[in-house]
C-alpha cells in the first residue's frame, strides 16, 4: 500500500480481524482508526496518523518486513494533529493494546511524534515500541499507564530535551517509563522523563555484569519514608526518581540523575557544590562521607536545553527492585536541622503549646525557642530543648513540645533557633498566636446591676443593649472592666452586643437577664 487512505473519503478506517494491510510506501490517515487485524510496514515507510484515536484491538499485530514480524526494523508511524481536512486535531491518543505485567499485546516498530498538544496513552493499556521513539516536537502523557521503548534490547530514544519528553505525572505512584535488555552492550541508556511539562527530570543507567529492564518514574517532593510521609522543605532538590528493574539480575548499576535548577530547595542550592545521590535504603536516606564525582551541568539531552540543569552520577551494586533516589547535600555542609512542621497554638487562657518536628538532623545540638510580644521589636529565648537525636545526628523524624505561661492580651511570635554543636544556627519559621479572648458578665441574671469583664481584645469598643424587639435601650464606650447600671430599664432579657469601635464589627454577643 503506497497510499491507499485517500484524503477525501475517510469516515474512519478499520482494519477487520483477520484483515491484512501492508504500508510499502508513504500513506496519510486522516480520520480514526481501529486495527484488529494486521497492518504490517516495510523500512523506510512512514504512516502519517493525523487524526484523534488510533486504536489496537485484541489480537492485532504491527509487524515489520522480518520473518516473525518483530525483530525487523519495520516503518514509522507519525502522529501529527495537523489534518489537512479537519484543521488542528489537537492532543492525540493511543490505545496500544499492551500490558506491561504480562508482556503481550501489540507493539509498534517505530513511533515519531509531531504534535504539541502531545499523545496521550488511553485508559487500561500499556504502549510498547519495539525499535525507535523519536520526538519531534511536544510529550507523551503516560495517563497512569507505561510506555516500553525496546524488544531484548534498549531501543532508541531520540530528539528529546526539555521541551519533548515523557510526561510521567507528578505524583508517586502512576506510570514509568520501561528500557528493556540494559548490559555492558547497551552502555548509557537515557530515560527523558518528566513530571509535568516544565519539569524535565531525566535518568540514566549503565548496567555491567548483567541483562535487565529497567523502568524509571520521577515525582515531585521528597518525602521522609519515600513513597509517603512528611515531605522535606529543605537540602534536597524537589524530586524522587523511582527505579524498579524487572528480573532483579544483580550486575553494577551506575545510575545518572538530572535535575532542573530550579527545583532546588533553599538549604540545597546553598551547598549544592557538596551535593550527591541519596538512596532510600534501611527506612532512611542514605549519607555519603565524601563526594565521589561532582555536579556538572545537564547533558541528558538530543540538543540544547531551554533551562539550566545539573546531572549526578552514582554506582550501586546490588539494586533491588524497586529502589528510591533523590539529591541531597554533604552532611559537613547541612543545617543543624530540618524542620518539618511547626506549631503553636492556645490550650488554655494562660497557656501557649509549640510543636515542632524535625525530618534530619546534623550535628544539632539543641533547640532554643523565642519569643516576641507584639508591641516588641526583638525576640527572646525563653527555653532551651535538648536534641533527642543521638549524638546530634538523625535522619528519622523526631516530634518535640513545648508549653508557654502566656496571659499576654495581644498578638505573640514564636520561632526555634536550632544549634549545632559547632555553633552553625538554622531558624524555623515564625508562627502567631492571638490572645485568648474571653468576655465575662456577672453577675447574669442580675437586678440591673453588672459587670462586664473583657480579655484579650485592644483597641475601643462599643457596645449596646437591645430588647427582643431590636429596639436600641442602651449604649456606651466600654474598655476592659465595666460596671454598668440599667436598673431603671423594665425587668427581662436583653441582648448584649459588643462592638470594635473602629470598624463596627461584632466582637461579642450574649443575653443579660434583668430580674425585679
Not at 8 to 37: E, K, M, R
Not at 231 to 241: E, G, I, Q
Not at 411 to 424: L, P
Request: glycine fraction near 10%; include cysteine.
Amino acid at each position: 500500500m503506497g497510499s491507499a487512505f485517500t484524503a477525501s473519503a475517510q469516515q474512519g478506517v478499520f482494519i477487520p480481524a483477520g484483515g491484512s494491510v501492508w504500508l510499502s510506501g508513504n500513506s496519510g490517515v486522516f480520520s480514526d482508526l481501529t486495527n484488529n487485524g494486521i497492518f504490517g510496514s516495510n523500512p523506510s515507510t512512514t504512516l502519517y496518523f493525523l487524526s484523534k484515536k488510533w486504536t489496537n484491538g485484541n489480537g492485532a499485530t504491527l509487524p515489520d518486513e522480518s520473518a516473525d514480524g518483530r525483530s525487523g526494523i519495520g516503518g514509522k508511524f507519525l502522529f501529527s494533529a495537523l489534518n489537512p481536512l479537519y484543521g488542528n486535531m489537537g492532543q492525540q491518543t493511543v490505545f496500544g493494546s499492551y500490558s506491561l505485567a504480562s508482556r503481550q499485546g501489540t507493539s509498534f516498530p517505530n513511533i515519531e511524534l509531531d504534535n504539541s498538544a502531545g499523545l496521550l496513552l488511553d485508559d487500561l493499556s500499556d504502549l510498547k515500541i519495539r525499535n525507535n521513539l523519536h520526538f519531534t516536537n511536544g510529550y507523551i502523557f503516560l495517563n497512569g499507564w507505561n510506555l516500553q521503548v525496546g524488544e531484548n534490547n534498549p531501543g532508541t530514544i531520540t530528539g528529546y530535551n526539555d521541551r519533548k519528553f515523557v510526561v510521567n505525572g507528578p505524583g508517586f505512584a502512576g506510570g514509568a517509563l520501561y528500557r528493556t535488555g540494559i548490559n555492558d552492550a547497551a552502555a548509557k541508556v537515557v530515560f527523558p522523563v518528566g513530571t509535568s511539562t516544565d519539569n524535565y527530570s531525566p535518568a540514566a543507567i549503565l548496567l555491567s555484569g548483567a541483562t535487565d529492564m529497567f523502568s524509571v518514574r520521577a515525582y515531585d517532593s521528597v518525602y521522609t519514608v519515600a513513597a509517603g510521609g512528611r515531605a522535606y522543605r529543605d537540602s534536597f532538590v524537589n524530586r524522587t526518581w523511582n527505579i524498579t528493574r524487572t528480573d532483579n539480575t544483580g550486575g553494577e548499576a551506575t545510575v545518572i540523575l538530572q535535575h532542573m535548577d530550579k527545583d532546588e530547595l533553599p538549604g540545597y542550592a546553598a551547598a549544592r557544590d557538596s551535593s550527591y545521590i541519596t538512596r532510600f535504603t534501611g527506612g532512611v536516606w542514605d549519607q555519603v562521607p565524601y563526594i565521589a564525582a561532582l555536579p556538572k551541568p545537564g547533558t541528558l539531552t538530543t540538543n540544547g536545553l531551554a533551562d539550566p540543569a545539573t546531572m549526578h552520577m552514582r554506582t550501586f551494586t546490588g539494586l533491588g527492585a524497586s529502589e528510591y533516589f533523590s539529591k541531597t547535600v554533604l552532611v559537613s555542609k547541612a543545617k543543624p536541622a530540618v524542620f518539618l512542621l511547626f506549631e503553636a497554638y492556645r490550650i488554655a487562657p494562660l497557656m501557649v503549646q509549640l510543636d515542632w518536628t524535625t525530618s534530619r538532623e546534623v550535628n544539632n545540638l539543641l533547640f532554643e525557642v523565642e519569643r516576641r510580644y507584639e508591641r516588641e521589636e526583638v525576640f527572646t529565648k525563653i527555653a532551651t530543648v535538648p536534641t533527642k537525636a543521638l549524638n546530634g545526628n538523625s535522619n528519622v523524624p523526631l516530634s518535640y513540645t513545648l508549653q508557654d505561661l502566656n496571659d499576654y492580651d495581644g498578638w505573640t511570635y514564636y520561632r526555634i533557633k536550632a544549634v549545632s554543636r559547632s555553633g552553625k544556627e538554622v531558624y524555623s519559621e515564625i508562627r502567631a498566636v492571638p490572645p485568648f479572648v474571653q468576655i465575662d458578665v456577672f453577675p447574669n441574671p442580675n437586678n440591673g446591676k453588672f459587670r462586664v469583664r473583657i480579655r484579650g481584645i485592644r483597641g475601643p469598643l462599643f457596645m449596646q443593649l437591645r430588647d427582643t424587639w431590636s429596639q436600641l435601650m442602651r449604649q456606651y464606650d466600654i474598655q476592659q472592666d465595666n460596671d454598668l447600671n440599667v436598673s431603671d430599664m423594665p425587668a427581662g432579657t436583653y441582648f448584649m452586643v459588643i462592638y470594635h469601635k473602629e470598624t463596627m464589627k461584632v466582637a461579642y454577643t450574649c443575653k443579660v437577664i434583668v430580674v425585679e
